[in-house]
Structure formats: structure tokens, C-alpha cells
């Protein structure tokens, strides 16, 4: 499941030692903080709000000072604030040297393997976590499941917010169960979902959980049953709810009841959200379109790391990307690492830094974002020839990526907008960072946005791109496969063509869908609920039959 989150040991939301004080005044950063880098600085500019900022400079004292340990709290606070999981793994390793039984760095180190893929290594992790964690507990006299009236909340149906100490044996619970789940260990998740019977603090999630592992485990109607439950009553949380919403998609869909499915799916999307703003997401495109043209690449430095290992698989989700990063990656020479972000960090990075310099990132500049990209490789295990990125939102960052990896490739995915948009509409996807998921129409302007993008870049980055249609993909298998191999430079492999037989980790929501041969079940899908899309065949009316 994707969407709201409880909390980690590390989110700045929840954990006020983290959050970066909004009342002092905000020290201006400068090229100076660069040049003069030093931890007590990057302190100053994350406590005032500044997490890019306090990065850029304590990666510049890094540089300098590649052995300070004293700064690893900071390390780990930013890259918490940052979302990059790659180094919150290692700022809170290095913090677990020094503290190796402390719950709230084994759960962060659970949270960050999850997120990297490492499902055994997260699940060892959070019941280390856990263990740690009520045996603290119980040095205190505290309880792990209830204090105080948590009982008689939860027979009304509220929500219990533990104090901080009994949060972290709840929360590495909740790590556990979702890598047991997305490793398809469902008798371990059934037998955690009867230990949280006698916790009044998991009993919605654990509800919420049961009916996830009837879907998973084919037992559609049970499923309907509990999951349309859970999204009618508001004793519920909204987050809560909204997961529940989608599965019930799925369990709905299952049983051939598409009418409840689009219901429920509008449910889901119908909870509390962030406003989009349609007309400025359209400015920032044509920002983009306007800053990186065929001037820009002819003038702007670039990057020496000449890395030929990065692909980068660009599409909107639901088009095809986690079907074409598991084709790729079959291949003996050849990974991928899922949806790692780290591209949203790079353009931040040297946005900040083209703008105190008064001009373009250095090359040296450039160079340290790359090799910090290539770090990603390391921490997911993948040592291959060619490197698979699926994030979404990458159609956003190619401009400066191609200036940082110049060695890079790009595999443009496009799908029919019907079955595409209808699919996003259908599953769980972070409200926060894409609240155009939520209605038809919106879905339509960040479609039109994305395919803007994507022929601008075709026509102008230096760097070879490739376009493929997922319904061809489909249609013509081999074919298509053995030109995507190809454009890699690697020689096609059988294994590409039975990718479902792999093993590998996928995080993504179509990760039972990757596990079957090729097939024709994504196309046409919209057609089964053509009355409930017309906005989207009226944005594409040379897709109607």
C-alpha cells in the first residue's frame, strides 16, 4: 500500500526533535557556506527550514572531512527530511555503531532497507526493533499495547496515539507486516494479525490488513466484505479508509462487479487531499520547455562521469514501467532499483546552486550529484552493466539529469490514455506528492503535461531516447523486447522474454502483475466502465470505438 504513512522513527511530522524550527530567522545561504563548509553552519540552515540548503553544505564538509562522524545525526535528519533512503541508511548505520541496540535507529534501518527493496534484511531489522523496544519498555514499567484509557478509546472507535516511547514497538510491528505482505509471507501476516487482536492500537490496521491478505490470497468476497465495511464508517481514519478504498478496487474487480469497483475507487479519491493547481502545474511545464531548449544543451556544462550504467524508464504511472524495468532487469547484465527519487533531489540541488552562483552549476558540481546518483547502485545491490530507474515524476528532472550523467539512456513508455488514466483513478498513489490523481479531469492535464514534456525531450536532449507503446510491447513481444536490448547496447537474452519467472523485489502496485507471462489483460480495460469515464474519452475522442 501506498499513501499516508504512520510514523517512522525519522518523519519530521512526527517527531518534533526533527522538525527544523519555523520561528528563527532563516540565514540566508551563500557560495561562501560552500567554500567555508562547515556541520555547525548546515545545523543553522536546516534548523531554519533549509533541509537543501544544510545538504549542500554538509556534503561539502564531507568532502573535506569524509570522517566526521559527529555529523551523522544531521546526516540522518536531512536525509529523513529529503525522503533519500539511501543515505538515511548509512547516516543511521554509522549512528548504530555507536548505539547498536537503540530501537528507534533499528527501526529507522528497517524502514530504509523496506523502502530500498531489502525485504529479509527490513524484516530482521524491525523485530530486532520491536525486541529492543519492549524491553525498554519494560525496564520503564510501560506496556507496549495500551496505557491509560486506550481501551475504552478504542471500543469508540477512536484513534490511539501512543505516547513516543510505545510507538516505536507499534510501528516496527506495522514495518513487519508490510514486508511479510510484500513478500507474499501470508501465514507469518496472519499470525501477526492475531497478536494485534490484544492491542487496541493495531485493531483498525489490523482489519484493514485482513482484508488485503483475502485479496492477495483470492478470497474476493471476504475481502468486499471487510474492506466496503472499513470505507463506510468514518470511525475509521481517513488513511485507513483510503487503503481500504483501492483494495476494495481490486476485490470488486475480482468478483466482475466493475460498477463498485469505479464506486469505491471514487471513494478513495473522494478523502481529504491537497489541492492541485492545474493552471500552475501547466506553468511549470512551460518553464521547463522554456530553460532547458536546444541553447541550454549547447552551452551548459556537463558532467565528466562518463557512467553508461543509468537507465532511466520515463512514463505516468499505470503505463507499463514496472512491466518494462522486470524485462530489463531478466537480463544477466542488467538491475534495476524500482522508483528511487533521488532525481527530485538533483534538480532541487542545482536549481539551488545555479541560483547563488548567479549562473550554471560547476562541473565539479555536477560530478558530486552524479556520483551520489551512482551511490544508489551500491545500496540496492546492484551491480550490473545497465541500471533501471522507474520513478515516477522523471519527466520533470531529464534537463539537469542529462547534464549530470551524460552517459545515461532514457526509455519513454507511453500507453493508451483510457486504460492508463482509468488505472491511476484505480490505485493508491501518494495524494501528497500527486494530487492530480484523484479526479478524471486533473488526470487529463497532467497527461497532456507529461506528453509535452516528453516530446520536447525527444526532440532536444543530447542524449539518445527511446519510445515504445506498451500495447505493442504486448502485441509483439520478442520483437520489441530484443529492440529494447538493443538500445541498451546489451545482445538480447531468453530471460527477457520470461521476466515473470524472476525472483527480484518489486515495490510497486503491479507487482503480482509482473509475475505472470505477457498478456492482454491491461488492454481495453476501459471498456468495461465506459460510462463512468467521460471525461477521458471526451480529452481523447480518437480513442473512442
Not at 429 to 449: E, K, M, Q
Request: aromatic content about 6%; glycine content about 4%.
Amino acid at each position: 500500500m501506498r499513501g499516508p504513512d504512520f510514523n517512522p522513527s525519522l518523519n519530521p511530522s512526527l517527531n518534533p526533535s526533527l522538525t527544523p524550527s519555523l520561528n528563527l530567522p532563516r540565514p540566508r545561504f551563500c557560495v561562501a557556506d560552500l567554500e567555508r563548509p562547515s556541520v555547525k553552519r548546515a545545523e543553522e540552515l536546516f534548523e531554519s527550514s533549509d533541509a537543501v540548503g544544510a545538504d549542500l553544505v554538509l556534503r561539502a564538509h564531507d568532502r573535506v572531512s569524509p570522517h566526521a562522524d559527529q555529523a551523522s545525526e544531521l546526516r540522518a535528519r536531512i536525509a529523513a527530511q529529503r525522503a533519500d533512503s539511501v543515505r538515511l541508511l548509512a547516516a543511521t548505520e554509522s549512528l548504530l555503531e555507536r548505539t547498536p541496540h537503540a530501537p528507534e535507529l533499528r527501526l529507522t534501518r528497517a524502514k530504509s532497507l523496506q523502502e530500498l527493496g531489502r525485504l529479509e534484511e527490513s524484516l530482521d531489522s524491525a523485530r530486532a526493533a520491536r525486541a529492543s523496544a519492549v524491553a525498554a519498555l519494560r525496564k520503564m514499567g510501560g506496556n507496549a499495547s495500551s496505557r491509560g484509557n486506550a481501551s475504552g478509546a478504542a471500543k469508540r472507535g477512536t484513534v490511539i496515539t501512543p505516547a513516543p516511547e510505545e510507538t516505536l514497538p507499534l510501528e516496527a510491528q506495522r514495518l513487519e507486516m508490510r514486508a511479510l505482505i510484500r513478500a507474499r509471507r501470508l501465514d507469518e501476516a496472519r499470525a501477526l494479525l492475531k497478536e494485534w487482536q490484544a492491542q487496541p492500537p493495531m485493531a483498525m490496521l489490523a482489519e484493514l490488513h485482513a482484508g488485503e491478505i483475502a485479496v492477495l490470497e483470492g478470497d474476493a468476497t471476504d475481502a468486499r466484505v471487510r474492506l466496503a465495511a472499513i470505507v463506510a464508517s468514518e470511525r475509521y481514519p481517513a488513511m485507513i479508509r483510503w487503503n481500504a478504498a483501492f483494495l476494495l478496487v481490486s476485490a470488486c474487480e475480482k468478483l466482475g462487479e466493475f460498477d463498485a469497483a469505479f464506486a469505491a475507487a471514487t471513494a478513495g479519491n473522494a478523502l481529504p487531499h491537497p489541492p492541485f493547481d492545474a493552471d500552475g502545474f501547466d506553468r511549470a511545464t512551460d518553464a521547463i520547455i522554456t530553460k532547458f531548449d536546444a541553447r541550454f544543451f549547447a552551452e551548459a556544462p556537463v558532467s565528466t562521469v562518463r557512467d553508461e550504467r543509468p537507465v532511466f524508464v520515463v512514463g505516468l504511472p499505470r503505463s507499463g514501467t514496472s512491466l518494462l524495468e522486470q524485462i530489463i532487469a531478466s537480463h544477466p547484465r542488467a538491475g534495476g532499483v524500482g522508483e528511487r527519487q533521488l532525481p527530485d533531489a538533483i534538480t532541487e540541488n542545482l536549481e539551488r546552486l545555479a541560483a547563488i552562483r548567479r549562473g550554471p552549476p560547476t562541473v565539479d558540481d555536477l560530478d558530486h550529484e552524479a556520483r551520489s546518483y551512482l551511490d544508489i547502485f551500491r545500496a540496492c545491490d546492484v551491480d550490473r552493466e545497465r541500471v533501471v530507474n522507474k520513478a515516477l515524476g522523471l519527466e520533470r528532472n531529464l534537463g539537469w539529469l542529462s547534464r549530470v550523467l551524460p552517459g545515461m539512456r532514457v526509455i519513454r513508455i507511453d500507453r493508451d490514455p483510457r486504460d492508463c488514466l482509468l488505472s491511476i483513478y484505480q490505485h493508491p498513489l501518494s495524494v501528497t506528492r500527486y494530487p492530480w490523481t484523484c479526479a478524471l479531469d486533473t488526470l487529463v492535464r497532467a497527461h497532456r503535461s507529461f506528453t509535452r514534456l516528453m516530446d520536447h525531450w525527444t526532440r532536444t536532449l543530447p542524449i539518445p531516447v527511446l519510445e515504445v507503446r506498451y500495447e505493442s510491447l504486448v502485441e509483439r513481444q520478442a520483437e520489441e523486447t530484443e529492440r529494447i536490448i538493443r538500445f541498451l547496447g546489451l545482445e538480447p537474452d531468453a530471460a527477457c522474454l520470461r521476466f515473470h519467472e524472476s525472483k527480484r523485489v518489486v515495490l510497486t502496485p503491479s507487482q503480482d502483475q509482473v509475475r505472470e507471462p505477457m498478456n492482454r489483460a491491461g488492454i481495453g480495460r476501459w471498456k468495461r466502465y465506459e460510462k463512468h469515464i467521460g471525461p477521458l474519452l471526451d480529452a481523447f475522442p480518437d480513442a473512442r470505438p
